[in-house]
């Protein structure tokens, strides 16, 4: 939206709260997402709100620990993760936005969208005093976020929630790994930690499905210390129990949608109301900055937006064009879930183990996959060639010194697991924009 501003356009952004915002959500900005606010000229919004600085991440299983660092050499020196409250971001942004005065930055909700003739004209809200008014823009951007009333008449959403997140504030401890994400190969699913500034750190913990354990009746503090707690690095085992009982405990769906946009003269849709993943890689932010520096570069050579039907072709191209960071993204956000579960499937296992060794090996092995993860290089071909060379890894683990027909019969049953996993993801996110985006000139994922 500043961006909007800068070049020379008139915003009026309509926000149902502008109070300090107060989730467990967007809290670790990856690095790719960090050179994306440099490209927008928005770095200063991490700083003042005792932001952490994120060299990578240190991984969990069964009391071994291994850590992988982003490849960072090539940067500046100020180039790494920022992991930070998530509304003291937003406010910095909004303070931003408030400060420019090209921006009209005003409480309210929006009810609907107001459509004629098949185009969006803008949009009817709520003020905070309760007067129904109406805003008309030629350019209406969607971005009410992952609960999103709003976006179904601009796209097919088909909403996954594969599982929860529960989340906790440890304090008065150390990470094994100082300024490290944390990610535990924890059983039934992961459990990440991560700082959200000097004296905090975040914990989430994945359940899987959406029925949850009650907080009110104290089953999930239940749950928290007799199934997560023993799975809990001994560094972090006391403040964890300490932060259950001291009874802050939130949860937030986890859920996953395939951009599927119906495009619409007068709208777009972006952020978590147009695309969503699952968090466990902590994509969302990067995802949504990085189509916000698409969209700025296709608007920008527009004198002004008022032609809807053209400026809706011209954006036509903002689908493909997006395509190599947010599915690359995206995709490894559903496989990595997937291989980090456990399973009561021996090949799943394996497939699991295989991941963690294969990241341990250092060198390419942990460099490539963590580049793509972070956002520093995302490109989908090589997460398909470093998602096979896990599975093969894990074939050839499988099948020396001795190989025996039951071995055989494993690795086989790994490597279609292993297509069963990523195969799906690709389909949805749009094979052919995904790997070939030059030869698809617009339209969205046929599905
Ligand atoms: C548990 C969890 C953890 C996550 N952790 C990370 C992480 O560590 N790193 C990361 O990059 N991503 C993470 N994500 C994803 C990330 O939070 C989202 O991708 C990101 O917040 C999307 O931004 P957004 O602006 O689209 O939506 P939001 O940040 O949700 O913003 C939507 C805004 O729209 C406003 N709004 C909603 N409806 C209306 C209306 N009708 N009228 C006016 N305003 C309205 C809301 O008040 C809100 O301010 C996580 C997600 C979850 C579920």
Known sequence: MIFLVQDGRRVHVIERDLTEPDRIVGELLQPGGYLKLIELGLQDCVDKIDAQRVFGYALFKDGRRTRVSYPLEKFDSDVAGR???????????REKAASLSNVRLEQGTVTSLLEENGTIQGVQYKTKTGEVLKAYAP????????????????????????????GLVLENC??????????????????????????????????????????ASGEMANYLKTVVAPQVPPELHDAFLTAIDKGHIRTMPNRSMPAAP????????????????HPLTGGGMTVA??????????LKPLPNLNDAESLCKHLDSFYTLRKPVASTINTLAGALYKVFCSSSDQARNEMRQACFDYLSLGGVCSNGP????SG???????????FFAVAIYGVGRLLTPFPSPKRLWLGARLISGASSIIFPIIKAEGAMQMFFPTTVSSSPPQK
């Open 289 to 298: 900055l990085s189509d916000i520096v698409v969209l700025r570069d296709l």
């Open 83 to 93: 992991s930070f409250h998530n509304g003291r971001f937003i406010q910095r942004m």
């Open 174 to 215: 150390q990470l094994p790994f100082p300024n490290h994400g944390h990610v535990i190969l924890a059983d039934p699913s992961p459990i990440l930690f991560y700082p959200i500034s000097s004296t905090e750190i975040r914990c989430l913990v994945d359940v899987p499905g959406q029925k949850l354990p009650s907080i």
């Open 370 to 373: 963590v580049a793509l993860l």
């Open 139 to 166: 350019l209406t951007v969607v971005c009410d976020g992952c609960f999103s009333n709003l976006r179904r008449s601009l796209c097919s959403p088909q909403v996954e929630v594969p599982s929860c997140f529960v």
């Open 262 to 277: 119906h495009p619409t003269p007068g709208a777009l849709l972006m952020g978590d109301a147009f695309n969503m993943r």
């Open 376 to 386: 520093l290089n995302p490109r989908p071909l090589s997460l398909v060639l470093h």
